[in-house]
């Protein structure tokens, strides 16, 4: 299965239509965003997504009564954590997604209670493992703090993390 993932969007329109693009033509069968996505303004790119989008709240997500009845016609939003689970062929794969990096990131990926974690928040990319845990952290797609605008592509058959430019 391949996942797009997002976080840190910002409202920046640009990128958020770029994004889309990229993910429409990779086909990829799922988008996970990790918050600060800011107003509903960003549905009207959001909503050409070919597939649907799990969202959790950032810390600057405003008009979030909107923002949950925009968002929610296309998945799922809510404050993080968000738990979910995928079947992959006869595999399930279990992910967990933050805005904010939790305190006991390290420790809850020793946990090995899930296959994935996902956060935003630092503006700044993340790909380790940790026992059996991938940990993603896309970077920013707004580029409003380090001007490194970027998105994920994660193959979850081959456990493999794209990092792309946008």
């Given at each position: 299965?391949?996942?797009?993932?997002?976080?840190?969007?910002?409202?920046?329109?640009?990128?958020?239509?770029?994004?889309?693009?990229?993910?429409?033509?990779?086909?990829?069968?799922?988008?996970?965003?990790?918050g600060?996505?800011?107003?509903?303004?960003?549905?009207?790119?959001?909503?050409?997504?070919?597939?649907?989008?799990y969202?959790?709240f950032?810390?600057?997500?405003?008009?979030?009564?909107?923002?949950?009845?925009?968002?929610?016609?296309?998945?799922?939003?809510?404050?993080?954590?968000?738990?979910?689970?995928?079947?992959d062929?006869?595999?399930?794969?279990?992910?967990?997604?933050?805005?904010?990096?939790?305190?006991?990131?390290?420790?809850l990926?020793?946990?090995?209670?899930?296959?994935?974690?996902?956060?935003?928040?630092?503006?700044?990319?993340d790909?380790?493992?940790?026992?059996?845990?991938?940990?993603?952290?896309?970077?920013?797609?707004?580029?409003?703090?380090?001007?490194?605008?970027?998105?994920?592509?994660?193959?979850?058959k081959e456990?493999?993390?794209?990092?792309?430019?946008?």
């Amino acid at each position: 299965m391949l996942i797009g993932i997002i976080s840190d969007t910002h409202e920046n329109m640009d990128v958020i239509k770029k994004a889309v693009e990229i993910f429409n033509s990779k086909n990829v069968n799922l988008v996970v965003h990790a918050g600060d996505i800011i107003s509903p303004i960003t549905f009207t790119y959001f909503s050409k997504l070919n597939c649907k989008m799990y969202l959790v709240f950032g810390n600057n997500d405003g008009e979030k009564k909107m923002l949950k009845e925009k968002y929610s016609q296309i998945g799922l939003i809510q404050e993080p954590p968000l738990e979910f689970e995928i079947k992959d062929e006869d595999k399930t794969i279990k992910f967990i997604v933050f805005h904010a990096p939790p305190q006991n990131l390290e420790e809850l990926a020793f946990s090995n209670k899930y296959d994935y974690i996902i956060y935003g928040h630092t503006h700044k990319r993340d790909f380790r493992k940790i026992g059996n845990t991938t940990i993603i952290n896309p970077g920013e797609a707004g580029g409003w703090l380090f001007n490194n605008k970027s998105i994920v592509l994660l193959d979850t058959k081959e456990n493999k993390v794209e990092f792309v430019d946008i």
